[in-house]
């Protein structure tokens, strides 16, 4: 058995890492809630823009718009956006996004598909590196604090080079906030940009609607915006889902350091008992000895 330094040693030193992980769980809470409230803040705005959008498409003939950034053609090559964190100590939430990006990767190169990897977060851009991929490190940063402006330009370049024809589709690959316990791996189709109307949504697509200059104009000008907002929302989503994990990770740490402590103790405890009954023993026995 260790002898009571040594226990008491193990004790301070789970005692420390509890509080580390307590005050993680804290600082993850409190950014936690503010990336909640970011996102009920931009939501509403984001999905109205959206269903005026898909609304105003639903509500006439297709054919008679013509919108670039919609345009399906064959895939030659995808661009893959996956997002994951900077930093470690969040459960699963990265380990999730390797591997949709494992997924991804052989699904298009069983195709003969040509794939350039987008990485948002150090995590999964260190994961990358080992793929035999294309990848493009520029967005590393994007991943610390949700910024419009840094999303917008990230979209901004996806949407160029899907026009210019470098690439065919670029996908999505990222942790859904669901609840502080509950983050779910997605995959989704960023580029080209669906204008169907989901069934499951009630829109009322015989609005009548007045534009200016013209439809194509008005549908051109409105769809860059909602993808920029789109990527920006997604962004937002897997930070939240992070801080989430983080949250839950650091909790269920700080409980589990709490019961090592109680069953270092209990076994600090017995030790001690252990010394004092040898003790009591070797005193008994000497004054045994004494009466001899």
Do not use: W
């Amino acid at each position: 058995m260790a002898s009571l330094k040594e226990i008491r040693a193990r004790i301070n030193s789970v005692s420390s890492t509890r509080k580390i992980t307590s005050a993680m769980k804290m600082v993850s809470a409190a950014k936690l809630r503010k990336t909640e409230d970011m996102t009920l803040q931009f939501l509403p705005y984001k999905d109205k823009l959206t269903k005026v959008l898909v609304q105003y498409i639903g509500s006439i003939d297709e054919e008679e718009l013509n919108i670039p950034l919609a345009e399906s053609r064959e895939i030659k090559k995808v661009a893959i956006v996956a997002i994951s964190s900077n930093s470690g100590l969040c459960g699963t939430f990265n380990t999730n996004t390797t591997r949709l990006l494992n997924e991804a990767i052989s699904e298009y190169k069983d195709k003969g598909i040509a794939i350039v990897v987008y990485p948002i977060g150090k995590k999964i851009a260190d994961y990358a590196k080992r793929l035999n991929v294309e990848i493009c490190t520029d967005f590393l940063h994007a991943a610390d604090k949700p910024n419009y402006e840094l999303s917008s330009n990230i979209a901004s370049l996806l949407a160029d080079l899907f026009l210019s024809g470098k690439i065919d589709r670029v996908e999505l690959l990222y942790n859904h906030y669901k609840n502080a316990g509950v983050q779910i791996p997605n995959r989704e189709i960023f580029l080209p940009l669906s204008t169907k109307t989901d069934k499951n949504t009630n829109t009322n697509t015989n609005t009548l609607y007045f534009v200016e200059p013209d439809r194509n104009t008005f549908v051109n000008d409105l769809v860059p915006i909602v993808v920029r907002m789109r990527l920006y929302a997604t962004i937002l989503d897997s930070s939240t889902a992070e801080h989430g994990a983080r949250t839950t990770a650091m909790q269920i740490a700080s409980e589990n350091a709490e019961k090592m402590i109680g069953t270092i103790k209990q076994l600090y405890n017995r030790a001690r008992q252990e010394v004092i009954t040898t003790e009591l023993i070797d005193i008994v026995g000497g004054s045994e000895a004494l009466r001899k």
